[in-house]
């Protein structure tokens, strides 16, 4: 294969520019193909697919060093997935063969993860029509805004650049747009991995910081919650959490409920007659 015929890949991460795990996902992407680094300045998690109209789009030009290899990167002010946007429209050469998001610190679960900037990052990416993988490693709760350097993510990196060839050489399938692997924090490189849907469970639950008066400052924080009776079979939870599995579930652009279309009419039409 020729320089030419390398694959191109974008990669982004929510926990901004300067981030340990990015460096490791970009470590493990470059045996693959030719990867362009574009992420937030600053720390970004939480951001969902935001697009913030705050954000200054400025692409500050960077070199980093990782283990010995300099890299020229992106540094964008904006949002995980302003971004992908600007790697995709103004930074590289042709369209992307795949965008990747993550490694991200902390694992990305349930019908929550609307929340999470490093799944918003692949679904603006998806949304170019480019394959898109969103990575996470679970690691305890206070690494998750951290860029702690003690996080060993050597199996991370051999599961980003597993499911990173397998969507390159894939061809699109209907209604997957973006792949979420979660990996547990005891995985090793022969790990299985699992299919499978989103929990529709709390995991991270909202918590908010008692207050005096409703004018005074309060944060909404969160615990993490586990109700193993509750836990659907074929989740990411219970594959990550349970089972100690590496989860990958197929995540859809298009959220249209996957209801009856007949059977819903029929019902609001009755219902709406009762009125």
Do not use: C
């Amino acid at each position: 294969m020729t320089d030419n015929e390398r694959p191109l890949i974008l990669l982004t991460n929510d926990d901004g520019i300067q981030s340990p795990a990015l460096w490791a996902a970009a470590e493990a992407l470059s045996a693959i193909g030719f990867v362009t680094v574009a992420a937030p300045r600053e720390q970004s998690s939480g951001a969902g697919r935001s697009m913030p109209v705050t954000s200054d789009g400025k692409l500050v030009e960077e070199q980093v060093n990782v283990r010995g290899k300099n890299w020229k990167v992106y540094a964008v002010g904006g949002s995980p997935a302003q971004a992908v946007q600007h790697g995709i429209l103004e930074l590289m050469p042709r369209r992307p063969d795949l965008v990747v998001a993550g490694i991200n610190y902390g694992e990305n679960l349930t019908t929550g993860i609307t929340v999470s900037g490093t799944v918003g990052a692949a679904l603006e990416g998806a949304s170019f029509g480019v394959p898109a993988l969103a990575v996470s490693l679970e690691v305890p709760a206070e690494f998750y805004l951290s860029h702690s350097d003690t996080i060993d993510f050597r199996v991370a990196k051999h599961f980003t650049a597993y499911f990173a060839r397998v969507l390159i050489g894939m061809k699109p399938m209907t209604d997957v747009d973006v792949l979420k692997v979660d990996i547990p924090s005891d995985a090793s490189e022969t790990t299985e991995w699992r299919m499978t849907r989103l929990s529709r469970q709390k995991y991270y639950v909202p918590v908010v910081s008692p207050r005096e008066r409703l004018e005074d400052p309060a944060h909404i924080q969160f615990e993490i919650k586990l109700d193993r009776d509750k836990i659907e079979l074929d989740s990411d939870v219970y594959a990550l959490r349970i089972d100690r599995k590496v989860s990958v579930t197929p995540i859809s652009l298009d959220t249209t409920s996957r209801v009856d279309f007949v059977e819903l009419e029929n019902h609001l039409k009755s219902k709406g007659s009762q009125g």
